[in-house]
């Protein structure tokens, strides 16, 4: 099969395309034919060699999985080949403490898609069963592999912010893929959501999206300040932080008495200082979101197919040195509203 590998990471990589096997699914996996997989910006971060830690030596990224099943190994029941599939974002083995507990994302003894473990920048993946859920026909495969990351992390976000009808609602990174998202799942939760973005071009589609302000944050834009003079100085309710350093700390600054923040990017990975006082006296509540559960998973897959969340793909791209390397710039650019999606060709049905 052809899969796609880093050459030597810089920025920009140099990419490669080469011949693989195609993978066996051992016991209780399933071996699928990509079918579309994001590019995110984790993937940008590793091409970089910025982000180096447990990544698997030759590992193929990827773990914006949607693909078709074609073969499953032993004791796999719950799925057969024909079934389309959208994967976790990591290997979850479904047994252990964490995953009964419906934490699989934090599974004890599984490894990161696309980073631990080969993921699906490639022609095919083998992945357990456990780590999978199923789509209806009705999605397409680009929208489909957006379901898990970015649209079920951001989802996970609003819910452990807890926002609910009638918050106010800041989004940074709003025109990103994981902001994207979570724009318009707080605005269908009922929330006013003000959405910050670098990118004016932007702007029109976060509104047709569900955003009620759109902050357009230029060099020397102190966020906060315009935050609190819509909400008349009390403050939003919640903030979804998609980008981290780059706005810290006016994001925390933008919350009112007992806001909730949740975490769900560092786009730099330059260290934050966090104001304790602050903190404390204002009751507010940090919280980082690191992936999706199952459960979460298929709320968005429903979410999806009965049309109240739109996927947002900004374009798709082959899957080859060139059109990675165009994904690639296009990320690093700040370019895409939503994600990239990289469509493999076609292959042949492995023997």
Known sequence: MKALTVVEAGRPPQLGIEDRPVPTPGPGEALLRVDACGFCHHDLLVMAGTLRRGVGPGVILGH???????????????????DRVVSLLTAACGQCA??????????VAGAGIGHGRDGG????????????VA????????EAALLACPAGVALTGIEAAGVKSGDTVVVSGAGGGLGAHAAQLAAMAGAQVIAVTTSSEKTAQLETMGASVVIEAEDGLNIADVVMALTDDAGADAVIDTVGPPLWPATLRCLGQYGRLTLLGDVTGE?????????????LRIMGVS?????ALERTVNLAATGRL?????????LTAEGAAEAWRLVAERRPLGRV??????PAVPA
């Open 64 to 82: 914006e999985t949607a693909g078709t099943v074609v073969a499953v190994g032993e004791g796999v029941t719950q799925f057969r080949a024909g």
């Open 121 to 132: 920048f490639a022609e095919y993946v083998a992945l357990p069963a456990s780590a999978l």
């Open 271 to 283: 260290p934050a200082t966090l104001p304790l006082a602050e903190i404390i006296f204002r009751d």
């Open 135 to 142: 789509v209806p026909d009705s999605i397409p495969p680009e």
């Open 291 to 295: 992936g999706v559960s199952r459960a």
């Open 310 to 318: 739109r996927p947002v793909v900004s374009q798709t791209l082959p």
């Open 341 to 346: 999606v990289l469509t493999p060709p076609l």
């Open 98 to 107: 964490r995953c009964l507990a419906g934490l699989e994302h934090r599974c």
